[in-house]
């Protein structure tokens, strides 16, 4: 089939965007993103829990240079956390109905996932309590497992065809019986 232009590569690639199945927004729907967001939720408890009792303890402990460290990374890790568990939030009211992709997609403006990566030189960043460098490497993960799976259903919305009137399809079908 030749476009009106001429373009017969163009209508293929139109033709075989129409025709795909997009494996990401399944994927979003699924059990696996339950899980994902189970594991997120759970992460972002034991976070708090963490950096509201123990974290607090080990931190006093810690020389100047390494407390600074632990408040920025805390800090980091919080933020971090609470853009991922909006992401999360999101994509949830979506799979449920209580949302459009529209809306959501007009609300994910607010939410960062931009990569990011511990906050303080690694020598420094060693000198960490265990459990915060646990939570950070944790974060990071969870967040790129996000990341990957929002640019993914961008990518599969993207290139969803546009929805075409009846009559622009007549007129397809018009065009494509007169170039034959």
């Known amino acids: 089939m030749r476009r009106s232009d001429g373009s017969a590569q163009s209508a293929a690639l ?19 993103f339950k899980t ?10 034991d976070t708090a829990a963490y950096l509201d009792g123990p ?17 920025t990374e805390s800090m980091r890790l919080t933020t971090r956390l609470m853009q991922v568990a909006s992401w999360l939030l999101l994509q949830r009211a979506v799979n449920e109905g209580e949302l459009t992709p529209a809306q959501a997609q007009s609300e994910k403006h607010r939410v960062r996932l931009a990569e990011q990566n511990v906050a303080c030189p690694a020598e420094v960043f060693e000198q960490l309590p265990e459990a915060l460098r ?30 075409r009137g009846a009559v622009a399809e007549q007129f397809e079908r018009l065009r494509a019986a007169f170039a034959s």
């Open 55 to 71: 974290g607090r303890e080990e931190s006093r402990a810690l020389p100047r240079p390494a407390a600074l460290a632990y408040a």
């Open 36 to 45: 994902l967001f189970r594991e997120g939720m759970s992460l972002v408890e």
């Open 14 to 32: 139109d033709e075989a965007a129409a025709n795909t199945v997009w494996f990401y927004p399944k994927l979003a729907a699924s059990a696996a």
């Open 134 to 163: 646990g939570f950070s490497a944790k974060s990071l993960r969870l967040q790129a497992r996000v990341a990957h799976l929002d640019r993914a259903l961008a990518e599969a919305e993207a290139a969803q065809p546009a929805p």
